[in-house]
T-cell receptor, first 110, second 113 residues
Framework: TQLLEQSPQFLSIQEGENLTVYCNSS?????LQWYRQEPGEGPVLLVT?????EVKKLKRLTFQFGDARKDSSLHITAAQPGDTGLYLC??????????FGTGTSLTVIP | EPEVTQTPSHQVTQMGQEVILRCVPI?????FYWYRQILGQKVEFLVS????????KSEIFDDQFSVERPDGSNFTLKIRSTKLEDSAMYFC???????????FGSGTQLSVL
């Protein structure tokens, strides 16, 4: 069983379109992080959300933490080819161990 | 900008051999982690390390694995007798404080033949 399920697993869209990626769990997390990973590289942190219901914006990316701190979403507005990559959510249960989600592979076609 | 460095970037070994993966975390960080990612699969937690001892480990981190911080800068992962299924990208990460941002290295691609 996966602690954190991400959907969709794969997403291919045209440049300029909007998209939403979901990260769901039955567990409550003290914080949740979103990372982006390029091929052959380590994950790079995009944002950390801590408070239930919290919304954070990073340019065209909007991150939301669910009220119950069990789920999160990442919304990208007007996607660009540079947004292509693997998006990973990671939940912190104890501070010592971040559980990574299954990942969403995004391809933005010019 | 400070970064986590890992060596080697690629390691090929024969099944049953021992390998040591090396990491230099960011200098003022206190928490250290090893993760692995099998090709096409998710990033999996292996172990966390703080104050010169293991804080938590996953069920993947069995007796064939060990970690060490032999000096003030290096953080190593040793796999004693490698198996085919150990083939993966191994990422080291460090963090300045508990539960904060993880800074990942670029990984070591381990191939067990």
């Amino acid at each position: 069983t996966q602690l954190l399920e991400q959907s969709p697993q794969f997403l291919s869209i045209q440049e300029g379109e909007n998209l939403t990626v979901y990260c769901n769990s039955s567990s409550v997390f003290s914080s949740l992080q979103w990372y982006r990973q390029e091929p052959g590289e380590g994950p790079v942190l995009l944002v950390t959300v801590v408070t239930g219901g919290e919304v954070k914006k990073l340019k065209r990316l909007t991150f939301q933490f669910g009220d119950a701190r069990k789920d999160s979403s990442l919304h990208i507005t007007a996607a660009q080819p540079g947004d292509t990559g693997l998006y990973l959510c990671a939940g912190d249960l104890s501070g010592n161990q971040f559980y990574f989600g299954t990942g969403t592979s995004l391809t933005v076609i010019p | 900008e400070p970064e986590v460095t890992q060596t080697p970037s690629h390691q090929v070994t024969q099944m049953g051999q021992e390998v040591i993966l090396r990491c230099v975390p960011i200098s003022n960080h206190l928490y250290f982690y090893w993760y692995r990612q099998i090709l096409g699969q998710k990033v999996e937690f292996l172990v966390s390390f703080y104050n010169n001892e293991i804080s938590e480990k996953s069920e993947i981190f069995d007796d064939q694995f060990s970690v060490e911080r032999p000096d003030g800068s290096n953080f190593t992962l040793k796999i004693r007798s490698t198996k085919l299924e150990d083939s993966a990208m191994y990422f080291c990460a460090s963090s300045p404080r508990l539960g904060e941002k993880l800074f990942f290295g670029s990984g070591t691609q381990l191939s067990v033949l």
